[in-house]
């Protein structure tokens, strides 16, 4: 079973207005759901347009994270008010927190990210976390949301960090998929991952200009926000399961397993990942181009202002064992790291990053 996108999807100027009547058509009472206090202003405006519309809408926050103890809290607070949709506005964490409540209730969910820097408005997934943003494991959904609405107006009022973020986060599309699912035999499979090489190509052409322009007026900025958002999506939902993700998002979550002195969003961790599952393939797989590959992302990554390495992200592999951390998680049993077409362990992990992380890359 397979669900390849939002039933309904609301795109542009105005997605937002233009949503209001079939939002009104799947639900009376819902909870309208956030997290971040820089956002508060954009769901109030929700809110209100939601009550001007006759809705009853029940407002809460994540605390921590999308982690079970928020989920079992909103569950309640769901319950309680009688809730008949879950209206998830914001980044990442809060659209996948509001596609697990709404399919654990049997209710539709519609998402409105505020930001282009995932694709999780898109998709039938969702990762958990710990409250402290550990991952733990990602839940496969029954289906994608109902409705997406993708209005261009509130993400350009996103910082140009979530931009830069989800760009990293797209780009692992095809670095992973390639690497993972080029000799599955299915056309599906295939069309997916030759969408994720044009959304890359776009992406190297339009990335920087976006980063710069912000402006629901620039093609480059509009391309790039929603190739971050919706194709990426796409890409995920025509490939499927075995449109795999590989090293990058295994190197991801095995970094969130430690404490960093600065909040990380999700694509900077990826974007290193995808630096050194570059390596990776490179030592073991005899990958020729990698490292020719890693000077081109590693050139638009600065220009997006983007971490290239785990120091840049705060933390120290050299110290409290944090490197044996990282390779023992990347590598642990079920990790999507043994989807690279190749035998992977701790110690090729540990060797790839001291190098990694000892020299500098010259561009
Ligand atoms: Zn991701």
Redesign the pocket.
């Known amino acids: 079973m397979q669900s390849i996108s939002p039933e309904l999807l609301f795109r542009g100027i105005n997605a937002w207005y233009k949503s209001l009547p079939e939002i009104k058509k799947i639900s009376h009472r819902p909870l309208l759901l956030g997290k971040s206090e820089k956002t508060a202003f954009l769901r109030n405006k929700i809110s209100q347009d939601l009550e001007k519309n006759n809705l009853k809408v029940t407002s809460s926050n994540l605390k921590f994270d999308c982690c079970y103890e928020d989920l079992a809290t909103l569950k309640d607070l769901i319950l309680k008010n009688n809730c008949d949709s879950i209206i998830a506005s914001g980044g990442g964490k809060v659209l996948d927190a509001g596609k697990f409540l709404a399919e654990s209730l049997s209710i539709p969910v519609i998402t409105v990210p505020l930001s282009a820097s995932?694709c999780a408005g898109w998709t039938s997934l969702s990762n958990i976390y710990t409250r402290n943003g550990q991952f733990i494991e990602d839940v496969k959904l029954r289906s994608c949301p109902q409705i997406m609405v993708f209005d261009h107006e509130f993400i350009a009022s996103a910082p140009r960090r979530t931009l830069a973020s989800g760009i990293a986060?797209a780009l692992?599309k095809w670095y992973e998929s390639s690497s993972t699912s080029s000799s599955i035999d299915d056309g599906l499979v295939q069309q997916a991952i030759q969408i994720s090489r044009v959304l890359r190509d776009q992406l190297l052409i339009n990335g920087e200009k976006a980063f710069n322009s912000q402006s629901v007026h620039n093609l480059s900025w509009v391309n790039t926000i929603e190739g971050c958002a919706l194709t990426a999506g796409l890409i995920g939902g025509i490939g499927g399961e075995k449109c795999r993700t590989a090293a990058a998002?295994a190197i991801h979550n095995a970094i969130t397993q430690i404490n960093s002195t600065q909040k990380n969003f999700?694509g900077e961790i990826?974007g290193v990942g995808i630096l050194l599952q570059l390596r990776i393939e490179e030592m073991l797989n005899d990958n020729k181009l990698a490292g020719q590959t890693i000077k081109q992302l590693s050139l638009l990554m600065k220009k997006l202002n983007l971490p290239t390495t785990i120091s840049e992200l705060g933390i120290n592999v050299f110290e409290d064992k944090n490197l044996e951390i990282i390779a023992e998680f990347s590598c642990r049993d079920n990790s999507e790291i043994h989807y690279l077409p190749f035998e992977i362990a701790q110690k090729d992990i540990i060797e790839v990053i001291t190098n990694f992380e000892k020299q500098k890359i010259k561009l």
């Open positions: 995932t986060d692992a998002h999700h990826v």
